[in-house]
């Protein structure tokens, strides 16, 4: 691969909902460039950017891949993106190496749910945008159908600059509008179209829909409408100049169709590609902090180097690597940059331009390029590489939080050694992962996005580090807590042949607003209780109320205050009053009225919106309070707070109600009462549960 100047380079994501077909058209793509010598497919397992063991099982994209050709002059860093909604968070981390984006749409389905959900990561970063209608050959594929979804949901400004020769098994191929011309490919051929005329049939459509281009291209520049108005019409290379400025500017966002299967129209792709999209130095500076100050520095080559690293690859055998883009300066190879996060020295031998999991060597890589390097020592995905002489950092992708946590359990005393180093090294890869040691359950906990993100996880222990682990649904950290006050006595009184034990609390215990956990009053008068031994009461009560009194969870949210006691100038000591802050505990537990809590999470679903009626009935059943709706297009968005203990088995029951075409994203918001008939069977089970443990003991 030789290097290019920023100016020739095109970083391209290919983004869309799953199964539109986004892998399937890389490797087309590759193939007519000439970097394969033949289409690979994905049902064989032979594509250049599904290459992890994972993805040819289960044969889906699950982590973003990159492949580089070169196209009229040009290099294209296609960036092959997931499109399942648990996966989704690696397409928005990726997102932000790329300089537009190539949205694929699936010609039966449309638009769906993640079709939105990647527009809208790329409205975020600001990236022009087109259209693939993809599957065109399929059965009952439709390109009108398919465009009315497109600008029902994005509006008119996404317009066609092609049309279909032919429809399903007959789609033969593509009207170019820009230049009227018609292009045929052949079953199974290279990718390569023969121009010709443009049918007969499709002669006034296309005439249509070329004046309509051309109209939808002078909309926005005055030079442009004044030639129109005069004409009633551009010229080709305006028409081509109008609509490279409109797709720049996000004024328009051209649609274009294929059979990513059988390479029709691939060849017209890339020359979309090359031609309209920006290169990365045409987009503008990228804005970072130097020396505590907010900066901008200009994408070019003749600025100091620095790299922004937005991805991480953990691979058992080459160890850990980075992939990066040059956000200016020219990288060299053995270039020594420091690390913006810790302050490390990083030297980049061996860089090269990624070709899949191939890393393609260059001796430099120039502002805009994208490339990889292995084993950096200390460095991580969102960090920033950059020449000691200038020093800047760029923001780092913000992810969501993970909806879902599973308990993870190793097998064996030789996986629990190793769980822990290996879970690290996964997390590395998969900045959307969560893992953590509940503090009241004891459990490691796995947190993802939903239960096949963790499963993935799960088996890449397996397979890339020997590590065999169990997973567990989650046990509920419930709370327990008081609805009314009381007034007890704690005394404590042991004789013993020598000295004794004696201490002596009165206490007043009442409830405190929800979050406030615990607070303790001294109103202790004329040395009732002396000064030393009022934090061992203190101290006796929160050992007490961290064991709970219902079913041994944590005891939150009360008020102790200690008004009154007696000592023994012989007998009583710290552990006396200690125990003595027990007693009295327990006391006031009997007549407080205590209570469980539960953990209330925030729920946000999206789904098409037929489905709407049927989710709200089951956040209904399940305890749910809907607390806001929102249609955005063909989207439904519902928000509600649903307990904790009726979203463990959320994802499998909303894939089976949507086919899987919706999502959901689940966060903690606050602690409420359980309904006593859930209460019993939570007092039950742990009672059950510490019976069994007794049982066991004896």
Request: aromatic share 8%; net charge negative.
């Amino acid at each position: 691969m030789r290097v290019y100047e920023g100016s020739d380079i095109r970083n391209v994501g290919l983004v869309g909902h799953g199964n539109s077909g986004k892998t399937t058209l890389a490797a087309g793509m590759l193939f007519a460039a000439g970097v394969t010598n033949r289409l690979t497919r994905v049902d064989e397992g032979n594509t250049v950017t599904d290459f992890d063991e994972e993805e040819i099982q289960r044969k889906i994209t699950i982590s973003t891949a990159i492949a580089c050709l070169e196209w009229n002059k040009k290099k294209l860093n296609l960036l092959d993106t997931p499109g399942f909604n648990i996966f989704i968070n690696d397409t928005k981390a990726a997102l932000v190496a790329a300089d537009a984006a190539l949205v694929v749409v699936d010609g039966v389905a449309g638009v769906e749910v993640q079709t939105e959900k990647v527009w809208a990561f790329a409205e975020e970063f600001h990236l022009p945008r087109a259209l693939v209608i993809n599957k065109l050959d399929r059965e009952r594929a439709s390109f009108e159908r398919a465009l009315e979804s497109i600008h029902s949901v994005f509006g008119r400004s996404a317009v066609p600059i092609q049309l279909p020769v032919g429809s399903e098994r007959d789609f033969s191929g593509v009207v170019d509008l820009v230049r009227m011309k018609a292009y045929s490919y052949a079953a199974g051929g290279d990718g390569k179209g023969t121009e010709g005329a443009i049918p007969g049939a499709l002669a006034e459509e296309a005439r249509k829909a070329h004046e309509a281009l051309v109209e939808m291209v002078a909309e926005g520049n005055d030079q442009l409408m004044e030639e129109f108005f005069d004409k009633g019409t551009l010229s080709p290379e305006n028409i081509v100049e109008g609509l490279r400025q409109a797709v720049r500017e996000r004024r328009l966002y051209p649609v274009l169709c294929a059979s990513a299967l059988n390479n029709a129209g691939t060849d017209l792709i890339l020359d979309f590609l090359a031609e309209y999209f920006p290169a990365p130095v045409a987009r503008g500076p990228n804005k970072g902090v130097s020396n505590g100050q907010e900066v901008e520095r200009p994408v070019s080559s003749s600025e100091p180097v620095s790299v922004y690293v937005f991805k991480t690859v953990a691979d058992p055998f080459a160890g850990r690597l980075s992939y990066f883009k040059v956000y200016s300066g020219v990288l060299k190879n053995d270039a020594n940059l420091v690390n913006g996060r810790n302050s490390s020295t990083e030297r980049l031998s061996h860089i090269g331009s990624l070709q899949g999991k191939t890393i393609l060597p260059v001796t430099e890589l120039h502002a805009g390029d994208i490339g990889a390097v292995a084993k950096l020592k200390d460095t991580l995905t969102g960090d920033t590489l950059y020449d000691k002489a200038a020093p800047i950092e760029y923001p780092a992708v913000k992810l969501p939080e993970p909806s879902i946590a599973y308990a993870i359990e190793a097998k064996s005393r030789q996986d629990e050694d190793r769980m822990g180093n290996a879970v690290q090294r996964i997390l590395e890869e998969d900045k959307s992962l969560r893992f953590y040691r509940d503090p009241q359950t004891k459990e490691f906990l796995l947190a993802g996005s939903g239960q096949q993100h963790v499963e993935v996880v799960v088996s890449r222990l397996k397979k890339r580090y020997g590590v065999d682990v169990t997973l567990k649904s989650p046990k509920i950290p419930y709370r327990e807590t008081i609805r009314g006050r009381a007034d007890v006595q704690g005394r404590h009184k042991k004789q013993t042949g020598g000295h004794g034990q004696f201490g002596d609390c009165r206490i007043r215990m009442e409830p405190l607003e929800r979050g406030r956990n615990f607070e303790f009053v001294n109103e202790i008068f004329g040395g009732a209780i002396p000064k030393q031994y009022i934090p061992a009461v203190e101290k006796g009560i929160l050992e007490a109320a961290e064991k709970g009194y219902l079913a041994g969870y944590p005891m939150v949210d009360f008020k102790v205050t200690l008004y009154d006691g007696s000592y023994h100038d012989v007998d009583s000591n710290e552990l006396s009053f200690k125990l003595a802050g027990r007693k009295a505990f327990k006391a006031a537990m009997e007549t407080a009225k205590p209570a469980l809590l539960e953990p209330i999470m925030n729920v946000e679903i999206q789904a098409p919106v037929e489905f709407a009626g049927d989710l709200m009935g089951d956040l209904n059943g399940r305890r749910g309070r809907i607390s806001g709706m929102e249609t955005k297009g063909s989207t439904q968005i519902l928000r509600a707070q649903v307990p904790m203990a009726e979203m463990l088995n959320y994802q499998n029951d909303l894939i089976s109600m949507t086919q899987g075409r919706a999502s959901f994203s689940m966060e903690f918001d606050h602690y409420d009462f359980v309904p006593p008939a859930q209460a019993e069977k939570v007092i039950a089970a742990a009672k059950a549960a510490r019976e069994g443990v007794e049982e066991e003991e004896e």
